[in-house]
C-alpha cells in the first residue's frame, strides 16, 4: 500500500533554514507528482509546493523564493528545502500524492520562534 513518512521537522530561529524529506513507498514514485501541504493550529490545511514528474514546480505564493522542492527518484522521495523562516510558516507539514485517492503522510512538525 501507498506509505508516505515525512521526517526533518524542528524548532528554529526566524531566519533560519530547515529541510523536509518524504519517502514513499508502495508506488512507482517516477510516475507520480508529489506534493507538500501544511495546517497551522486553527486554519485549514493549504497547498506550499509541488514538483511533477518532469520536475516542473509550482510554490505558494506565500514560500516563493524561500522554499525549495526537489524529488530523488533513485530513492523515492522528495524534499522541502526551506530557507529564511517566518513565525507565519509555523505548521504541520504534510508530504502528499493523489493515486485514486488522497495519501497523507503522518505530517512533521515545524515551529518558526520569533
Known amino acids: 500500500q501507498v506509505r508516505l513518512v515525512e521526517s526533518g521537522g524542528g524548532l528554529v530561529q526566524a531566519g533560519g533554514s530547515l529541510r523536509l524529506s518524504c519517502a514513499a513507498s508502495g508506488i512507482i514514485f517516477s510516475l507520480h507528482a508529489m506534493n507538500w501541504y501544511r495546517q497551522a493550529p486553527g486554519k485549514l490545511r493549504e497547498f506550499v509546493a509541488s514538483i511533477g514528474v518532469g520536475d516542473m514546480t509550482n510554490y505558494a505564493d506565500s514560500v516563493k523564493g524561500r522554499f525549495t522542492i526537489s524529488r530523488d527518484n533513485a530513492k523515492s522521495t522528495v524534499s522541502l528545502e526551506m530557507g529564511n523562516l517566518k513565525p507565519e510558516d509555523t505548521a504541520v507539514y504534510y508530504c502528499?500524492?493523489?493515486?485514486?485517492?488522497?495519501?497523507w503522510g503522518q505530517g512533521t512538525q515545524v515551529t518558526v520562534s520569533s
Open positions: 502528499h500524492i493523489f493515486r485514486g485517492r488522497d495519501y
